[in-house]
């Protein structure tokens, strides 16, 4: 999807006027958002484990000149925590700065410091434009960051009988053509939940000699119990956050199985400074 459409506190290119039918999928994307925010304020195990998740991406953020922007921002949670971080998603909503495809940024050459984004690659329907995309616009030193869902042995079975999102490990997230990716281009909300693994984990060499001047500098697995347990956006809580600290706890204790377990990666890409 192409559409663009800005707030007017911010300036940046036109694009033309969305067609109806793309106005009827952002119309119902408008009210997924809204939905989600909705969820947010009222489940404080989510916010917490989030903030855990803002920390981690602030942490590994790069300290070179330019702008920070996270994509797919959805309610707007890294913003509040980071208020200088430029917000976009797919359609426009008042708490964001402006409405973007992840496939087409429309910032200029060598201009982001930082591009954010929590649970939005697996909803990206050709990754490969995006990161054609970030390496252009980040200035050199620059990095993406990404926490996204992990498939592991026993994710696997949770992601495929009892999560919405699709799960396809035989996709070819690098297909220029999108035909491949497991994620319909008419909807973005559409999703392919392991296309984080198949890139970074099960192909690492394939995004690199496609991508040379981006290279990944971390990866991390995590949420072995918590996340899972709390239901996300979509399902309900199965522990309440008292127990929080607990199964914290038992998450350290069962680190040496984490390959096993994990539910969510960290990836830390990072524009080379000779690109």
Known sequence: ???FLASPSKTAPERPPCPGDQRAVHKRARQRLEQHAEIWRGHPLLRRIYRRYHQTLDDT???????DIEIGAGHGSFAEFR??????DIVPCPWLDCAADAAHLPFADESLANIIMLDVLHHVDRPADFFKGAARALAPGGRILLIEPYVSPVSWVAWRFFHHESIDMQARPLGDDGAHTGVRTDDPWDANIAIPTLLFWKDLGAFQRRFPVLSVVRRDRFDLLLFPLSGGFEKRRLVPLALAPVVHALERFLTPLTPMLAFRCLVVIEKTSDS
Not at 83 to 88: A, I
């Open 1 to 3: 999807m192409t559409c």
């Open 61 to 67: 953020r790069s300290c070179v000149a330019g702008i």
């Open 83 to 88: 208020p200088d971080t430029f917000s976009c």
